[in-house]
């Protein structure tokens, strides 16, 4: 089990929906991260949040929409995605965002678009 | 543009004997490294970081870095079965906000 919760696990939808993946974590970290990440592929960062605002945004389409109401929770809304959308979406988290801090996974959450 | 590089393997090697998985980059900037295994279907899990130049270990798991030559490796030793998984190399870079650079994988495979 992993500290970094992520939900739901699975999610299919089609091109015209609107859904929001989730991500917790109780360990008290002030950075959280969003990746995608494609088969036999390394993760590929999307979002970066510190301390609850957007610091990096990795030029990623309006259709993917994050949100960090807290500082245990982050979401990511989608919305008109595309089939090349389908992919594992990684939460991560660390203590603070920097180039030395180890950053923890969570489970993920396997999209798939009809 | 930063990059690093791994051998995207397959790399075979039998049960009970040492696995070395290596990594460059290409970035001097670079000042942490980061060793994560990912299961077939799973998500990453961190299993090693080093800073400093020398060796690390944990367990049956030592980490080395060369700052001045530009790679890090990961050896297992005993290797195991369950040890087979993708092994991904992960660098940051000082100022980039925390972003890490990802090598493409190993592809490790212990054989009983």
């Known amino acids: 089990d992993t500290e970094v919760t992520q939900t739901p696990k699975h999610l299919v939808m089609g091109m015209t929906n609107k859904k929001s993946l989730k991500c917790e974590q109780h360990m008290g970290h002030r950075a959280m991260y969003w990746y995608k990440q494609k088969a036999k592929k390394p993760p590929e960062l999307m979002f970066v949040?510190?301390?609850?605002?957007?610091?990096i945004n990795e030029s990623v389409p309006s259709r993917f929409s994050p949100e960090c109401p807290n500082s245990s929770l982050l979401n990511l809304h989608l919305h008109a995605l595309q089939p090349e959308d389908s992919a594992l979406y990684l939460c991560?988290?660390?203590?603070?965002?920097?180039?030395?801090?180890?950053?923890?996974f969570g489970d993920g959450t396997r999209l798939s678009i009809l | 543009q930063k990059e690093v590089e791994q051998n995207s393997g397959p790399l075979s090697v039998p049960e009970g004997a040492i696995a070395s998985l290596n990594c460059t980059y290409s970035d001097r900037g670079s000042q942490s490294f980061f060793w994560y295994r990912q299961y077939s279907g799973k998500s990453p899990e961190l299993i090693m970081f080093?800073?400093?130049?020398g060796d690390k270990e944990d367990g049956r798991f030592t980490a080395q870095l060369n700052k001045a030559s530009q790679y890090v490796s990961l050896l297992i030793r005993d290797s195991q079965p369950s040890d087979s998984a993708t092994y991904l190399c992960a660098v940051g870079t000082y100022n980039q906000g925390g972003k890490l650079i990802f090598g493409q994988g190993t592809e490790l495979s212990v054989k009983p």
């Open positions: 991560a988290s660390s203590q603070k965002s920097g180039e030395d801090q180890p950053q923890h």
């Open positions: 949040y510190s301390y609850e605002k957007l610091s």
């Open positions: 080093i800073y400093s130049n």
